[in-house]
Every structure is written in C-alpha cells, then in structure tokens.
Nanobody, 113 residues
Framework: QVQMVESGGGLVQPGGALRLSCAAS????????MGWYRQAPGKERELVAL??????TNYADFVKGRFTISRDSKNTVSLQMNSLKPEDTAVYYC????????WGQGTQVTVSS
C-alpha cells in the first residue's frame, strides 16, 4: 500500500501561481511514476503531468510552458503552476504507480478574480 499526502492549492487570481506538493509513503518502489491529474466539475479526470523516478516527464498539451513538475526527493513530487487560467480550476490529485495506481485525496485549485 502507498499513502499520499497533498499540500498546496487554494484560490488565486488569473495569471497567478500556485505550488502543489505530494509526499508518498509506504511500499515505495525503486522504479515508479508520480504526478498529477485533475478533475473539473462535470468532466472526467485528466492527466496534467507525470514524472518517472528516472526524470522522464509527460505533460498535457494545455499546461506546457506554464506548469513544471519536479521530484524533490524519491518519494515527493511537486507541481509549480504559473500563468493560471480560470479553466485550470479543478480538484488536483496526486498519483503514484509502480504497477498499481494510487491516488491522493485531492486538493482544490480555484482560479478566479
């Protein structure tokens, strides 16, 4: 089992920035992927960004150039979100997988003036 604890999120004006962080604990594998998904009201959960333990990244097209994912340590992942737009409003979920997927509890990000 893997447990994740997320932090960050909140309310920000359009054009602003936020940083999300997630720490995983439990049965952490040497080879894994961590990252972020998001789900807006009435929409399906979608990929935001992923990063392998080896440093390979995968970004959704709609965040390229605005969001940056990083692995601050073996079991932590952060998402720096810049130039936020109202359409970025969603619940953001931390993701971990070394075969089986695990999810954080989600943190709300609201972009509004």
């Amino acid at each position: 089992q893997v447990q994740m604890v997320e932090s960050g999120g909140g309310l920000v004006q359009p054009g602003g920035a936020l940083r999300l962080s997630c720490a995983a604990s439990g049965s952490i594998s040497r080879l894994d992927v961590m990252g972020w998904y998001r789900q807006a009201p009435g929409k399906e959960r979608e990929l935001v960004a992923l990063m392998s333990n080896g440093g390979m990244t995968n970004y959704a097209d709609f965040v390229k150039g605005r969001f940056t994912i990083s692995r601050d340590s073996k079991n932590t992942v952060s998402l720096q979100m810049n130039s936020l737009k109202p359409e970025d409003t969603a619940v953001y979920y931390c993701y971990y997988s070394s075969g089986s997927p695990y999810w954080g509890q989600g943190t709300q990000v609201t972009v509004s003036s």
